[in-house]
């Protein structure tokens, strides 16, 4: 990372209102719908990585999810959502780390990432990105990854971005199982067009002496 991401993400949730950035959903429907196309056991654990002042914490709960952890950089983006939640806040892990460092000893059914995985643009902390999703999902967790596409913007937040297309996508996760992708357009909330790509992905370990190592 070429930037100092926490000190770029806290000045951001500090000084820009929800509906100012350029990232804002009223409801994260993609993201849900996905969701709830796969069918997760309303106990099932579900990360969301960089989650900002995102609704899908709201939506989840709303739904009956029991078992979320939503991880952010930023403590003004997390103390936000905290207090839009109020008491329902208490039904829901937090996490203000780095997505690189926290440390857990839980594995999730679901990893879910909109707009934090572009902005990791050198090989070797892409890599690890791969990593750290193989090392917490259960074996067949799924991934929800949503990146800019490459017919979509260069940079977001003023920072220069990793764009994906399908290919790409399935070649970093190529350890994963492809289940579908596809491209979306978002627009932001002064109705600026930016096309996302969206993954869905499964953890299928194939050999058994890696899920022991997982695991033990
Ligand atoms: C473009 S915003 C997307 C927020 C949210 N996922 C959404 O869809 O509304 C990117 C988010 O990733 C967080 N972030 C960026 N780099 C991070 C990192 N290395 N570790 C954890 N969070 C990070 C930022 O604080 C910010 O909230």
């Known amino acids: 990372m070429t930037y100092d991401a926490k000190e770029h993400w806290e000045n951001i949730y500090q000084t820009k209102k929800s509906n100012e950035v350029s990232w804002h959903q009223k409801k994260p429907k993609t993201s849900l719908n996905l969701i709830s196309g796969i069918n997760l056991d309303k106990g099932a654990k579900i990360i969301d990585i960089g989650a900002g002042d995102s609704k899908l914490v709201d939506n989840l709960l709303a739904v009956g999810f029991r078992n979320i952890t939503v991880l952010d950089v930023s403590s003004n983006a997390l103390?936000?959502?905290?207090?839009?939640?109020?008491?329902?806040?208490?039904?829901?892990?937090?996490?203000?780390?780095?997505?690189?460092?926290?440390?857990?000893?839980?594995?999730?059914?679901?990893?879910?990432?909109?707009?934090?995985?572009?902005?990791?643009?050198?090989?070797?902390?892409?890599?690890?990105?791969?990593?750290?999703?193989?090392?917490?999902?259960?074996?067949?967790?799924?991934?929800?990854?949503?990146?800019?596409?490459?017919?979509?913007?260069?940079?977001?937040?003023?920072?220069?971005?990793?764009?994906?297309?399908?290919?790409?996508?399935?070649?970093?996760?190529?350890?994963?199982?492809?289940?579908?992708?596809?491209?979306?357009?978002?627009?932001?909330?002064?109705?600026?067009?930016?096309?996302?790509i969206y993954g869905l992905f499964k953890e299928v370990i194939k050999d058994e002496s890696r899920r022991f190592r997982l695991y033990c």
Not at 163 to 176: A, I, T, V
């Open 79 to 196: 103390n936000r959502v905290k207090k839009r939640l109020g008491n329902r806040a208490n039904d829901v892990k937090w996490i203000v780390s780095d997505l690189m460092e926290f440390k857990t000893n839980n594995r999730y059914d679901l990893w879910h990432d909109r707009a934090v995985l572009h902005f990791l643009t050198e090989e070797e902390e892409i890599n690890r990105y791969v990593e750290r999703v193989r090392q917490l999902l259960k074996p067949n967790g799924y991934l929800i990854v949503s990146t800019f596409s490459e017919n979509g913007p260069k940079k977001c937040s003023g920072l220069y971005i990793k764009q994906y297309s399908e290919d790409s996508m399935k070649k970093l996760f190529s350890g994963f199982e492809h289940i579908k992708s596809f491209e979306e357009e978002h627009l932001t909330p002064w109705g600026d067009s930016q096309i996302f």
